[in-house]
């Protein structure tokens, strides 16, 4: 009887050692209907994770055999995509959003009046501050003035910015606090007057007049900002989010954050294009981790179309003699080009208007021609003419925001005309130049929902559906396209497309579980699209 036990025993022992030990892995999803995005767009139904990166992808039979894991997590066949990139947001500025009065949806002034009135009874505030007001979506289309704001707050400074951030409305008393009275005139924007006296109304350059008598966050409502804006990111599927302009302190803060575990969002950070900004970078070159990556320079070439702010060639069509203007003087911008093209940082510019573009587009092409694989950057490319697509290429990408098109819609013709409008917006032809868009929201002036992005892309309507068959419906994005904006082309305009942006071995274990099918649900759904779970290097975020 001994002798049977041991000879099982070493038989058992013997087929142990026959078969090849299994891997292990931290994570093994199973049962999943895995879209990689990677060269071949191919799919897959599990991964392995281990140490914050995926080590295999395959097959569920492939990988249950071939690794143990200490969670395994069934799917249930639904669909998983890369990580989440938006390509253009203000990250900091929406966590900042929390702590104004929100202005966005507002239908009329009134309703504007009425929510700073509940916000300033509620908080009492030294000085009021809101964001989201959009003139174009009131019956009144024109923009407001200070008269009721000095009616209700007669000593207590107000400014309320626009929802695009290119303008706004400010009471007397924080005119009198910035000094603006009837001969202010600032370049690179306009203070809006009537028989000779100010509005209340800034757009772009006399901005900087309010911004420097405004009080500034300290540290603690930077933090709480900061985790705010994660909060709310990661609800959508964000797991990386291009901040298109940041200052350095806000960077170190964040820095500090994600290197104590604090904040767990990765962060393509766009310096903004200030001297004390630029000296330290610059300087310093490029700040890479697995969470931060500084390597670029935010640069304003023009100011938006809903205020009449972007540079364009020929006058508004709604404005006669009305151009729009450069927010950074032309001279500057070249300077500032061959200064950071002697460096490995990238310029991204904002350039809206067809004559922003132009000079813009001009100017990397000069500064590019000898430098390989800059990756620079037109942010919103929004209004292209005719012969200024063939600058787009490998040098040069396209930034743009779908759900623009679809809220500019209404009124975009009667800014621009019938003909000027057909380059505007136009990311097939700007897919077909350059071979790649990386896609944003600009949020907090859109919605922070990426699957607003998608849906905007693929079927250029409202989320009425309206109009049907879309906005300048020649310029839909197919879904692959729409994915690949969201997620490598994204990552590639980053210069991280070999850490994240597809589902492959070796990158960052940064995915999304969405409740439905993104590729085929009809395009009416996708707006409702959930993010159900939520990975960022193998830990759950949501």
């Known amino acids: 009887m001994i002798r049977l036990k041991w000879f099982t025993v070493l038989l058992l022992l013997g087929l142990t050692a026959c078969s090849p030990s299994r891997e292990t892995a931290d994570t ?11 060269s071949a767009f191919s799919k897959a139904t599990a991964f392995a994770v281990k140490d914050g990166r995926f080590i295999a992808v395959g ?22 995509v890369p990580g989440l990139i938006d390509a253009h947001c203000h990250f900091y500025g929406l966590g900042l959003n929390q702590e104004v009065v929100d202005l966005t949806g507002t239908k009329s002034y009134e309703e504007v009046l009425a929510r700073v009135k509940a916000f300033q009874q509620e908080r009492n505030s030294d000085f009021i501050r809101g964001r989201g007001w959009d003139q174009n979506d009131w019956e009144v289309k024109e923009f407001p003035t200070s008269k009721e704001l000095d009616e209700l707050f007669p000593d207590t400074p107000v400014a309320l910015e626009r929802v695009d951030g290119h303008a706004y409305l400010v009471n ?23 028989s000779g006296k100010p509005t209340g109304v800034l757009v772009d350059g006399p901005m900087a007049l309010v911004d420097a008598i405004m009080p500034k966050p300290d540290k603690e409502t930077i933090v709480r900002a900061l985790k705010a804006a994660e909060k709310i990111s990661f609800d959508y599927g964000l797991t990386t ?19 104590a575990g604090e904040l767990r969002m990765r962060v393509y950070a766009m310096v903004s294009n200030k001297p ?31 205020s009449r702010g972007a540079a364009l060639k020929a006058p508004y069509s709604d404005k006669p003699g009305h151009f729009g203007a450069m927010v950074t003087p032309v001279a500057d911008i070249r300077a500032l080009a061959k200064r950071i093209a002697a460096t490995e940082y990238q310029m991204n510019t904002h350039a809206i208007g067809d004559s922003a573009n132009a000079v813009i587009l001009e100017t990397y092409a000069e500064v590019l021609a000898e430098k390989e694989d800059p990756r620079w950057k037109i942010e919103h490319a929004q209004v292209i003419a005719p012969g200024d697509f063939d600058y787009f290429g490998e040098k040069i990408i396209p930034s743009v925001q779908p759900t623009h098109a679809t809220s500019d819609m209404y009124w975009a013709e009667d800014r621009l005309g019938a003909e000027r409008v057909k380059g505007a917006y136009a990311f097939k032809d700007l897919l077909q ?31 009425e559906e309206y109009p049907e068959g879309g906005f ?17 082309w994204a990552a590639y305009s980053n210069f991280e497309e070999d850490e994240k942006g597809s589902i ?16 085929e649900v009809p395009g009416n759904e996708i707006p409702k699209l959930k993010a159900v779970k939520v990975s960022v290097g193998g830990e759950w975020v949501k």
């Not at 008393?173 to 924007?189: L, N, Q, S």
């Not at 929902?449 to 309507?461: G, I, K, L």
């Open 433 to 463: 130049q350059s071979g790649l868009l990386a896609l944003g929201t600009d949020f907090p002036v859109e919605q922070v929902n990426p699957f607003h992005t998608f849906y905007a892309a693929v079927t250029r309507q409202d989320l």
């Open 504 to 519: 492959e071995a070796g990158k960052f274990a940064d995915f999304v579980i969405l409740d439905k099918n993104i590729m």
């Open 241 to 259: 989010v291009n901040d298109a302009g940041l200052d350095r302190s806000v960077i170190e803060i964040i820095d500090s954050l994600q290197q």
């Open 172 to 194: 007397s008393a924080a005119m009198k606090m910035a000094g603006i009275g009837p001969d202010t005139a600032v370049p690179g924007g306009e203070v809006v007057k009537e």
């Open 59 to 80: 097959n569920d039979e492939e990988l249950q055999e071939r690794f143990s894991a200490g969670e395994i997590f069934d799917a249930g066949g639904k669909t998983i």
């Open 472 to 488: 300048m419906p020649s310029q839909l994005l197919e879904r692959e396209a729409a994915l690949k904006g969201m997620t490598i």
């Open 28 to 38: 093994l999803v199973i049962n999943a209907n895995v879209y990689t995005v990677d």
């Open 276 to 306: 004390e900004n630029l000296d330290h970078f610059l300087e310093q070159g490029i700040l890479k981790t697995d969470r931060l990556n500084v390597r670029s320079v935010k640069v304003y070439g023009d100011g938006a179309l809903g």
